[in-house]
């Protein structure tokens, strides 16, 4: 089993944009070159990737976010496709494979299924040239049964891996402060709660709120997590090395 593996969540935000929802290419492109070197020094990653849902709501011509189940399952089954058509001609460039893997709450929920999960993402990343993407299965969850959130999914996904690190890629540095100043390092997630504020992106779910509920279920699993902007995926591999960038929230 490995036991270095570093799972890499990213934001609607980061890669769609925030007036229709529509693939950000040149935000997939610098993603996409940040994570291949990762994989090319030997770095195993599993990516959970959102953006499904903006990226299909142009096909159905809505103006924003849908309000209503089916709406909203039908932009995800447009949108996944077109998220891993861009992800797979992109790493196609760096020789890297990609591998589709959606997954629903009960998945995560059941020891069985989970483990059938997990043995196929480690045997995805034996040979080193393949790169799991993870979503949630939107088209199919049913409402009760959805994890909800990506922030939560990458969490217990890196749980369940024992993951050595999570990274949550946004449109923001990190925690930011109410002055607008990110940081650095949170020991105490008590601590800061009050710095998080009602908003989130426009095709995003949780905001700052589910990222911390998130950040704490990894950590009080043993895995290091820090949330950084997407936006500056070349700060990736200074993360993964334990640099400083974004906000880091160490094990206790
Ligand atoms: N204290 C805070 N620091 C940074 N961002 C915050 C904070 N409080 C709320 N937010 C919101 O959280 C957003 C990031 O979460 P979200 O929109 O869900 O992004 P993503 O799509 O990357 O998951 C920011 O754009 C901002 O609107
Ligand atoms: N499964 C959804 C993820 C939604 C979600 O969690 O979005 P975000 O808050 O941007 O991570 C999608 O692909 O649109």
Do not use: W
């Not at 998220?83 to 990609?98: C, D, G, P, R, S």
């Not at 699993?221 to 591999?237: D, F, H, N, Q, Y």
Request: with cysteine; glycine share 10%; aromatic share 2%.
């Amino acid at each position: 089993m490995l036991d270095n593996i570093v799972v890499i969540k990213i934001g609607t935000g980061v890669l769609t944009r925030e007036q229709d929802g529509t693939l950000d290419e040149a935000s997939l492109v610098r993603l996409v070159t940040s994570v291949s070197e990762l994989v090319a020094d030997g770095v195993p990653v599993v990516m959970v990737s959102s953006g499904a849902v903006g990226a299909g709501v142009s096909a159905l011509q809505l103006d924003g976010y849908p309000d209503d189940t089916a709406s909203r399952q039908a932009c995800a089954a447009v949108g996944q496709t077109r998220l891993m058509h861009a992800y797979e001609t992109l790493f196609q460039k760096f020789q890297i494979n990609v591998a589709q893997i959606l997954l629903t709450s009960e998945d995560l929920d059941s020891d069985q299924r989970s483990g059938l999960v997990m043995n196929t993402l480690h045997r995805l990343l034996k040979g080193g040239n393949i790169v799991p993407i993870i979503n949630e299965n939107d088209s199919v969850a049913v409402e009760e049964l959805r994890v909800g959130d990506n922030d939560m999914m990458s969490a217990r996904v890196a749980k369940r891996l024992q993951a050595r690190l999570l990274v949550m890629l946004s449109t923001v540095d990190g925690l930011q402060r109410a002055d607008g100043s990110t940081v650095d390092m949170v020991t105490d997630l008590n601590e800061v709660a009050s710095h998080v504020r009602a908003d989130h992106g426009k095709f995003s779910i949780g905001g700052m709120a589910s990222k911390l509920l998130a950040v704490g279920t990894a950590v009080e699993a043993g895995v290091e997590t820090v949330i950084a902007s997407g936006r500056k995926p070349s700060a990736l591999a200074k993360i993964v090395a334990g640099g400083q960038a974004g906000t880091r929230f160490p094990v206790k």
